[in-house]
């Protein structure tokens, strides 16, 4: 329970806020790279402002405010030109720094165009997403996460939410709601649309613990039947701060997405890398994505598969949650421990720090650390319930997704017995970062 | 503004109960997140100051003991 100032403060993404603030310290996927390649210049809203983005035919890509400085026309329907972005209007072009380059019907030798400058983001392309960074400079480096960078077949699951990011990041740091809202209520959607839930997600938690790291908290938990030396606690998975979740299993890895559009819209996207032991590199000219069902026919939450459930539990507390009437347990000690980071990086910002996460030393790549046997459920179990009971399922490239995971697993069976070793692809490796001696913040049992 | 007017009273005591300072340098505290242990009201309190993280138990004028068992 917060008060409604907390909550307030917390949830805020405009400029000038103190969250908001630290929110443009990062860089965030705003377009698929395959956008900008069937259509030059897109309309982009990020924490509750609007930018022009585009690329130019040779490639290099360009962010600016929405409003021509000139009298404020959107530049997102602007022409696009190799030396920048030109307003429908009366034709002002500003280049990928956001300098005024012309003014067609104004006298040459002028200061005015100097007076127009846009102010000009950052823009660069990694795994198929396009990524911008609208704050303040010196940006810092756009971070190459494992997922962005490993070998793997991709694809990239969406939907826009209707509801605040910081509820969804919660769910992030909420160990327990698995065994209920993927288990036990998928069982009871199940009973009724005739099909089985998968028995893992049911699993009874024993006890939960969540570490800060370099990039956010490590959450990690024991199930019933597992003990301290499995993955799932050993090596847990990170909430990436301050909009990110890694997650995976079965030679799946994911990156949840949750980029805060405005206060009460959300662009949830699943980016998923399949890469199991055994795997043979497909080619992917484009990374494919595919919107996800948030609503059926008569409007109510689509729930017969995982994050169709995760994403009714986010929208349902509310565009933005009221957090001054609601009840936390010990068990949402995760949550608590998620504010006091929002909270921190609040107060570094207003030092003139960094905010937790910030990259400025060139890297290949990041790994985050993700447990492998997720769930103690088997690796090819959890692939197969991951394609059936999951977004996945709704992926035009589900068939293909099957076949990755079934001839990888068949070559691994060839591998083994002829003695070889099989291809692992390099990157998205969990490894086990729990210090001896460190003790879970919360025992459950 | 309360949304749900079902758990006002817990608002209310929430905003009179939520501690204000911190206990190891006095300063306004940053985060006191309200949560319940059984019957106990618990904060999850954060100082920016001292960055002092720690729990607050509210326990009224009672003072409670427990007996072995014998």
Redesign the interface.
């Known amino acids: 329970?917060?008060?409604?100032e907390?909550n307030d403060e917390l949830t805020a993404v405009e400029a000038g806020t103190r969250m908001g603030e630290v929110l443009r310290r990062y860089w965030y996927p705003v377009a698929f790279a395959r956008e900008l390649a069937e259509f030059p210049v897109k309309r982009v809203e990020l924490l509750g402002e609007f930018f022009a983005l585009w690329r130019s035919p040779s490639g290099r890509y360009g962010i600016i405010p929405e409003p021509c400085p000139h009298r404020k026309a959107s530049m997102a329907y602007g022409v696009v030109e190799e030396d920048g972005l030109r307003c429908p209007y009366h034709g002002w072009r500003f280049d990928t720094d956001g300098v005024c380059t012309d003014q067609p019907a104004e006298k040459d030798n002028t200061n005015f165009q100097n007076r127009v400058r846009a102010t000009a983001g950052k823009v660069e392309e990694l795994g198929g997403l396009v990524w911008a960074y609208v704050g303040p400079d010196p940006a810092p480096l756009l971070p190459r996460f494992d997922v962005y960078v490993m070998d793997g077949f991709r694809d990239i699951g969406w939907a826009d939410l209707p509801c605040n990011y910081v509820q969804i990041m919660e769910n992030a740091v909420d160990p327990h709601h698995v065994e209920y809202l993927h288990g036990r209520y998928f069982e009871f959607i199940g009973a009724h649309e005739g099909f089985t839930a998968p028995a893992s997600f049911g699993k009874q938690h024993q006890r939960i613990g969540f570490d800060a790291f370099e990039y956010g908290i490590i959450k990690r938990r024991i199930l019933a039947g597992a003990s301290e030396e499995n993955d799932d606690w050993k090596v847990g998975h990170p909430l990436v701060f301050p909009y990110n979740m890694r997650v995976g299993g079965g030679g799946i890895h994911q990156m949840q997405i949750r980029v805060p559009i405005n206060r009460t819209t959300t662009r949830f996207m699943l980016y998923t890398v399949h890469a199991p032991e055994g795997y043979e590199p497909l080619e992917q000219p484009a990374v494919p994505d595919y919107e996800i069902p948030v609503f059926d026919e008569r409007g109510r939450h689509v729930v017969n598969y995982v994050e169709g459930q995760d994403i009714m539990a986010w929208c349902t507390q509310?565009p933005i949650t009221?957090r001054?009437?609601e009840?936390?347990?010990?068990s949402?000690?995760g949550?608590?421990?998620l504010?006091?980071m929002f909270?921190?990086q609040m107060?570094a910002v207003e030092n003139g720090e960094d905010p937790l996460g910030t990259v400025r030393e060139p890297h290949e790549r990041i790994d985050l650390p993700c447990e492998k046997d997720k769930f103690h459920a088997g690796g090819a179990q959890f692939a197969l319930d991951f394609c059936d009971m999951g977004s996945t399922r709704f992926s035009p490239m589900l068939d293909t997704i099957r076949k990755v995971h079934l001839s990888a697993a068949d070559r691994v069976v060839k591998d083994k017995a002829a003695g070889r070793p099989s291809f692992t692809p390099e990157g998205g490796i969990g490894t086990a970062t729990l210090t001896p001696g460190t003790s879970a913040q919360v025992d459950s049992e | 503004?309360?949304?749900?007017r079902?758990?006002?009273a817990?608002?209310d005591a929430?905003?009179r109960d939520?501690p204000r300072y911190c206990p190891a340098c006095a300063t306004a505290l940053?985060?006191a997140?309200?949560?319940?242990?059984g019957d106990e009201r618990?904060f999850?309190c954060?100082c920016?100051s001292c960055e002092w993280?720690g729990e607050v138990t509210t326990t009224g004028a009672t003072a409670l003991g427990h007996e072995p068992e014998h």
């Open positions: 329970m917060l008060t409604a907390q509310g009221d001054t009437t009840h936390l347990g010990r949402d000690i949550v608590a421990m504010r006091k909270k921190q107060a | 503004m309360i949304g749900d079902r758990f006002a817990d608002a929430h905003r939520q940053d985060l997140s309200e949560f319940w242990e618990r999850y954060w920016a993280t």
